[in-house]
């Protein structure tokens, strides 16, 4: 049941990515309509994301490294990478979110350094999954 609702977990943070990689494509395209909306799924499966991560946690707990030792290393210094910038990327992606919808200058100066850490938070997490379950 974990290995279930953790891969449902990583697909959410997949689809996430996606959305803001297209989202991305579609600002530099200028088409402003369908970057709001991709943006909107981005928030909305990173919210079931963050749904679902917590209630899986709340219920298992921590799922420990069983990777060869010289992978230990690595993955720890991925944990860390990804722990700090997920926290983080919480209200940064907020803040861009509503200025972005009210149409914000500010918008822009906050959404550039928001994707970056999201995309890196988002894809970190997946290689966190990558690690625990599938190596």
């Known amino acids: 049941m974990e290995l279930g609702l953790a891969t449902a977990d990583t697909l959410l943070a997949v689809a996430s990515i ?3 990689v297209a989202g ?3 600002i530099r395209a200028r ?3 369908r970057h709001r909306a991709l943006m909107l799924a981005a928030a909305a499966s990173s919210a079931a994301f ?3 991560f917590v209630s ?4 298992f707990g921590f799922h420990p490294f069983a990777g060869a030792a010289a992978w230990r290393g690595v993955y720890y210094g991925l944990l860390f990478l990804h722990e700090p910038l997920a926290v983080i990327n919480i209200p940064l992606v ?3 979110l509503v200025l972005g919808l009210r149409r914000a200058s500010a918008h822009r100066e906050v ?3 928001a994707l970056v850490v999201w995309l890196i ?4 997490g997946v290689l966190v999954y990558a690690m625990l379950y599938l190596w």
Do not use: G, W
């Open 18 to 20: 996606a959305f803001m």
């Open 24 to 26: 991305y494509r579609a």
């Open 31 to 33: 088409r402003i309509e």
């Open 50 to 52: 963050m749904i679902l």
């Open 56 to 59: 899986r946690f709340a219920y």
């Open 94 to 96: 907020l803040v861009a």
């Open 111 to 113: 959404a550039r350094p």
């Open 121 to 124: 938070a988002a894809s970190s």
